[in-house]
């Protein structure tokens, strides 16, 4: 991320407890992204919804421009993430979706399933989240109409 404004540097992440485990990998794994860890700090049951919504927040605040969601499955935590109107999270489970959500959706937010997919192929997303550029051009007026 080249972009110097502080917002744009830091990414929040947060998790419930079945995304804990990837969520602390994560952060081992790519040492030289700045994080806003929202939690949980713990392997014990928390509800997903908490969560997003903090996530959600920080965005909404300007303490991060993006995020990055992880609970057992990934599919909880998206859906309560999306309910907010300024989030577009997108669940994915390869690198390819990964690219495309930002190229395509200019998504800002980044679901994962902790239980679903390993912790190389989450680096990978995540990292292809962070280095992708939305492309615009026909795709702004499809993100338009999302409201």
């Not at 928390?46 to 609970?71: H, S, T």
């Not at 907010?84 to 994962?112: E, S």
């Amino acid at each position: 991320m080249a972009d110097n404004d502080e917002s744009t540097r830091l990414v929040a992440i947060a998790c419930d407890h079945g995304g804990f485990a990837l969520k602390e990998a994560l952060k081992v794994a790519l040492p030289d992204v700045t994080w806003l860890d929202l939690g949980t700090d713990r392997a014990e049951s928390v509800d997903y919804p908490d969560f997003a919504n903090k996530l959600a927040n920080a965005i909404k605040g300007g303490k991060a421009a993006r995020g990055i969601l992880i609970c057992g499955s990934g599919i909880g935590i998206s859906i309560a993430a999306n309910r907010h109107a300024h989030i577009r999270c997108a669940l994915v489970h390869d690198v390819t979706c990964a690219r495309l959500c930002r190229q395509h959706n200019d998504a800002n937010v980044l679901a994962l399933g902790g239980r679903m997919i390993g912790e190389a192929v989450a680096k990978e997303c995540v990292e292809a989240f962070l280095s992708t550029v939305f492309e615009g051009g026909r795709h702004q007026k499809r993100i338009d109409k999302l409201g």
